[in-house]
């Protein structure tokens, strides 16, 4: 299967965010596949961030959840933030558990959009369910050839 220039750009997105965070690689975060309105990220659980009862921290849960929104809802090329954001944590994680969150867009009306993100563990145990809203502020994340041969 082909993928499509979109996707693609949608890919050199994540991976040029990524590269600008200082917090995505401190945790671990690694991009399994992106797309337009699409992202799948995976983090590890280490020791360092599990709460006082030894299971994954909320935060950790939450800012994995949190990436990969931020991912999808960016995805098109279009600078967009966080406009609310809530979260279901349904099970524990554990330290060693690598965990997978997977942001879809459920829809976009004018500058606003609603996506969803299901965190799991590798083996597909549901562990949070995440809703976020974003807001496109204007401007780009990257420069695309068009916009390099109109400014150049």
Not at 104 to 117: F, Q, T
Request: with cysteine; hydrophobic share 40%.
């Amino acid at each position: 299967m082909s993928v499509s220039e979109e996707d693609r750009l949608a890919r050199r997105i994540a991976e040029h965010m990524l590269a600008k965070e200082g917090t995505g690689n401190a945790w671990g975060l690694v991009i399994e596949d992106g797309a337009a309105g699409y992202s799948r990220l995976r983090m590890t659980i280490r020791q360092d961030m599990t709460n006082a009862h030894g299971t994954a921290h909320g935060g950790m849960i939450f800012a994995l959840a949190d990436t990969a929104f931020a991912y999808a809802c960016n995805s098109r090329n279009q600078a967009t933030v966080a406009a609310g954001a809530s979260i279901i944590f349904l099970a524990p994680a554990q330290e060693g558990d690598i965990l997978i969150a997977e942001a879809r867009e459920e829809s976009i009306s004018g500058r606003s959009g609603a996506y969803s993100v299901a965190v799991r563990t590798s083996d597909g145990r549901v562990v949070a369910h995440f809703q976020g809203q974003s807001r496109a502020i204007g401007g780009t994340i990257l420069e695309t050839r068009t916009e390099e041969t109109h400014n150049g």
